[in-house]
Each structure stands twice: as C-alpha cells, then as structure tokens.
C-alpha cells in the first residue's frame, strides 16, 4: 500500500543545480549546432562568388579547363603551364561537373561544399556509432565546424583538402563497420583519399594495422584493396603522363626546404592554444576510457588513425608553403576524440551523489561551451564585399584595356580568362620549381621562360611585390627584359582575396 502511495506522489522538482545543467547542456548543444548554421550560411554567401576567394583558387580553374580541352595535367614545366603539386581527383571530378553547369568556380566549390558537408555527416555518424549518443554525434561535428576560421575558411573553397578529408573519415566510418564487404569499400576510400591529396597517404599504414588488430585475416582485405589501387593507379597515371605524374606528386615535394620554425608552432598555435578543452577530452578517451574492454575495438582504430593524421598534419605544416588549411584532418580527429570523451566521462558521474553529479556534469558542458567560445571568429570577415567584387572588376578592366591577349598574371589564374586573355603559368606552381632542386627539369624550365621574356611573347606583365627570395630571379629577368611602366593604384585593387596569403597586382611592366 505504502509503495502504492509513493508511486502516485508527483516527482520531486529538479534542483536549481539539475536546471542548470539541464541549461548548460542546451547552450553547448546550441553552440554546435549554430557552428553548424553558421557555415551553412557562410558557403551559401561564398561557393557562388564570380572571383577568388583566396589566391590559387583561378589556378584551379585553369587545371579543369585543361581538362576540358583534353590536355594532360602532369607535363613538363613550361611558361605555359606548371601543374600544382597535387593529385588529380579533385580536378577530374569538378571537371565532369563542369562540363554540366559551365567553367568557373563554382564547380569546384561545389565539390569542396558537398564533402564539407560530408565530413560533418561523418563525424556524427561516427561519434553515434560509437556512443549511442545524437548529442554527442552533433558535439562531434559541431567543434569541427567552429574550427573553420582557425583552419584559414578553407571548407568550401576550391581547394583539394576537404574532399580528402571527406574520403578519410569516410574510411574510417567503414572501417568500423567491420563487414568484408565494408574493408573493400573503405580500401576503394582510402585509395581515393590519397588520389584527392597525396599526403593521405601517410594514414593508410596505420589504417591497415587496425584493420589486422581488429579482423585478423579480414584485415588483409582492406590491405589488398588500398594497395593494389593506390600502386596500380600511380604506375598507370605515372605511364600515362610519362613519368610526371610521380615527379609532381612524389619527387618534387620532397626537394623543397622545410620551414623548422613550424616545429613547434603547430603544437602550440594550431592545437594547443585554440583547442585546450577538446584536446583534454581527446587525451581523456585516448588515455583511459578507450582502453576499457568493451572500447578497444574503437581505439584499435582511433588510435592508430589519430597518430597518422598528427604526423602527416605536422609534416605537412613544416613543408614550405604549408598553409592552415593543412591542419584541417588534425581538427576533425580532435573533434571526433573530444566528443567521445565527452560521451564516455557522463556515465562516470552516474554513481555520485545527485548534487555533486549535477554539478560535475554542469562543469562538463561549460567546458565545451567555453571551447566553443575559444573558436568565435567574425563571420563578416569571411564574406566577399562589394569592395571585393569592385577589386576584381577593376582589375578586368585594366587587363581588357592592354593589347593582344597574351598578358602575364603570375600571381592569379582564370581572371586572364575572363578578361579575354590567356593563362600562363601560376606563381604558386612555378614556385614550387624555383624551390626545388638544381637539376635539368628546373633549368630547363628557366631557360623556357627567359626566352618568353627575352622574345617578348608578352604584351604586358603585371606583377606582385616581390617579398620572396625564390622570385629574385624571375623578377630580375623581367628588369632585363622588361621596364616598368605604371603602378596599379592600391584603391583600385586594395581588397583582392578573403582567406590565404596575399599578393596585390602592383606593377604593369612592358616590353624593353
């Protein structure tokens, strides 16, 4: 009767520490997902912008639009063109929708925006997986959409990072599916990751170690599939292009100089200053709950892939030109490891008394929202203006105004296009030449550009300032050739790209 009567009393009302809890825990999920929004909103302003958003994305244009026209990408370097060091996935892709809405921009946007979107619907799924927890799912994906400023906006431009990001996590998703049919596809995966960006390659070793701890023999599948591809695909595109392909890919990024100062300041400047909370929850899963029998399956793979990614993040970042973009699979890993510790820490507070259980967890989720607060960043800054746009114009207008179609733009692509003019060899490609080692290839390639400048093939050069110790030759041979005639005024082309490094058409140089 007395169990009767206690069952029929209404349930006492939740503690004012309970309430607050309960309120933490809706404002750290509203901060995930208004992250989320946010982008969504950001890419919706930026992937239908006519002009670069940051300073390589016109090069990447001119790559599909050799494409289109049944060039190879991967030849020798001329003034003509130099392919960007990266591996053709991307291109081929935006190429076959470019074919369907048009050249431009866009189509590459497009690419980046959808696997943006990929990754955060990996993310979730993974973290639920794992958890059972659509919380912590969207905490997941929500960090890594915060991350987006600190990763230099780089999610929807028409840059190759984001779809290999995409391909990775994607494998990883399979991975943990753990069917033979699912080692397959995530070997397919795998090896396409590496054919978006060439450095996923650094993260199919330790994929294929968790796949054997895992599977055992079934492990060999994923091995078998992400190994025949990924060698067979470089041995054919290599043929194909005869023997350029790997010099791009391979050979001429490892003769470029590492930058030791990016040593340390990836540790500090890119994980540890802006992301100290998710790197504790990251450790917590990594260093205790992850080695609990029921999760060693999952750290069995987290693990391993977590050590990849850092290590080619890390290389990647000291590689001389290594922007923030590259840093961007080290902010998914960190997201996805500080949302599982989020999710496995809850059930450790189950068992202490209600008050100090409610304020426990209420220091939890404040901590998140506080890292969510760590990561604001001005949304406005990332959108292109009317000054912008202005910037471009005005530069269109000046390169319609000189003679002939072939002038030179080092320091941007497709811009040439529009104005009616060709495109000629990006100075980001170049660069990489430059930088490489003394050999036959780069004096070849030097030799084929003094004689443009030297015949002058171009009507008009318009230059950037010259700040890097690389361009002091190409600089001084076009003095040689070529004489200053006008300075582009800095109000006309004062605002030029939104994200990445900055160079400002400055001079208009003529033939001698």
Not at 121 to 136: D, I, K, N, P, S
Not at 280 to 301: I, K, S, T
Not at 345 to 367: K, W, Y
Request: one cysteine or more; proline letters at 6%; charged letters at 15%.
């Amino acid at each position: 009767m007395r169990d009767a009567q206690r069952e029929s009393l209404p349930a006492a009302p939740p503690s004012s520490r309970e309430r607050l809890c309960t309120a933490t825990f809706r404002l750290m999920l509203a901060a995930a997902a208004g992250y989320l929004l946010l982008y969504l909103v950001l890419a919706l302003l930026r992937v239908p912008y006519k002009y670069e958003l940051e300073w390589m994305e016109g090069g990447m244009v001119d790559h599909i639009a050799r494409i289109l026209a049944g060039k190879q990408l991967y030849v020798a370097p001329t003034m003509d063109f130099v392919p960007f060091i990266y591996a053709p996935l991307y291109f081929y892709l935006a190429a076959g929708l470019a074919k369907l809405i048009g050249l431009g921009l866009l189509p590459l946007r497009l690419v980046s925006f959808a696997a943006s979107l990929g990754c955060f619907a990996m993310l979730y799924l993974l973290v639920r997986r794992e958890t059972g927890q659509a919380w912590a799912g969207l905490l997941a994906a929500g960090l890594f959409a915060a991350t987006y400023r600190l990763s230099g906006a780089w999610f929807d431009v028409a840059r190759v990072d984001t779809l290999a990001l995409f391909l990775l996590l994607l494998t990883l998703y399979l991975l943990r599916q753990g069917s033979t049919r699912a080692l397959i596809l995530g070997g397919v995966t795998v090896a396409l990751a590496v054919f978006a960006k060439q450095s996923m390659l650094a993260i199919v070793v330790p994929l294929a170690l968790s796949a054997l701890y895992c599977y055992r023999w079934r492990g060999l599948v994923f091995l078998a599939t992400a190994g025949l591809l990924i060698a067979g695909g470089d041995l054919v595109l290599n043929a194909l292009h005869g023997g350029w392909f790997n010099y791009y890919l391979w050979i001429l990024p490892r003769q470029h100089k590492p930058e030791l100062y990016q040593m340390s300041a990836f540790w500090i400047d890119d994980l540890i200053m802006p992301l100290p909370f998710a790197l504790a929850l990251a450790a917590a899963y990594l260093g205790y709950f992850g080695w609990r029998r029921p999760e060693r399956p999952a750290l069995a793979c987290f693990l391993p892939m977590t050590a990849g990614v850092l290590a080619m993040t890390w290389i990647s970042r000291i590689h001389s030109g290594g922007w923030d973009n590259v840093v961007m699979p080290a902010h998914a890993m960190v997201a996805l490891l500080a949302a599982l510790g989020a999710a496995r820490m809850l059930p450790e507070l189950d068992s202490l008394p209600a008050q100090r259980r409610a304020l426990l967890t209420t220091g939890l989720f404040a901590v998140c929202v506080v890292q969510f607060g760590m990561l604001y960043y001005n949304p406005i800054a990332q959108v292109p203006t009317a000054a912008h746009a202005q910037a471009n114009r005005n530069f269109l207008r000046l390169l319609q105004s000189l003679p002939g179609e072939n002038v030179y733009v080092p320091y941007t692509g497709y811009l040439p296009t529009l104005a009616g003019k060709r495109t000629c060899a990006h100075a980001a490609a170049y660069l990489d030449i430059l930088r490489g080692a003394d050999g036959p290839i780069k004096e070849t390639f030097k030799a084929d550009v003094e004689r443009a400048l030297r015949e002058h093939r171009f009507a008009a050069i318009i230059y950037s300032d010259d700040t890097n110790p690389d361009q002091d030759w190409l600089h001084t041979t076009i003095d040689r050739y070529y004489t200053r005639q006008a300075e582009i005024p800095t109000a006309q082309v004062a605002q030029w790209c939104v994200t990445g490094i900055y160079f400002r058409p400055r001079w208009i140089f003529v033939p001698r």
